[in-house]
């Protein structure tokens, strides 16, 4: 069993910054993907990034692509959404999941709570 804490969410202005933290215990990962999804007010969930456990292979999503950033840290078995030049469209529960397989496509095992991330306008 996997257990993922989200942290970081938050109130913040058009244009700014927040980095979400994403830290996994119990069974954890000596491969497989990790990834961040984000669903807004009346939205289905999105992908947003994902990253390879032990290559650091990252794919991100088109819609924010240049200024979203995922990246890991694999002593503290945590992962990291950098979020830049965010927008109001960006508001959303982000939450973060992981799988024992490569692909990043598909049903993910495993997922935190989420965390909130508002941007006004």
């Known amino acids: 069993q996997v257990q993922l804490v989200e942290s970081g969410g938050g109130l913040v202005q058009a244009g700014g910054s927040l980095r979400l933290s994403c830290a996994a215990s119990?069974?954890?990962?000596?491969?497989?993907?990790m990834g961040w999804f984000r669903q807004g007010p009346g939205k289905e969930r999105e992908f947003v990034a994902a990253i390879g456990w032990n290559t650091g292979i990252t794919y991100t999503a088109d819609s924010v692509k240049g200024r979203f950033t995922i990246s890991r840290d694999n002593a503290k078995n945590t992962v990291y959404l950098q979020m830049n030049s965010l927008k109001p469209e960006d508001t959303a529960v982000y939450s973060c999941?992981?799988?024992?397989?490569?692909?990043?496509?598909?049903?993910?095992?495993?997922w935190g709570q989420g965390t909130q991330v508002t941007v006004s306008s």
């Open positions: 119990g069974r954890t990962f000596s491969s497989g993907t």
């Open positions: 999941a992981a799988k024992y397989s490569r692909s990043w496509r598909g049903d993910y095992d495993y």
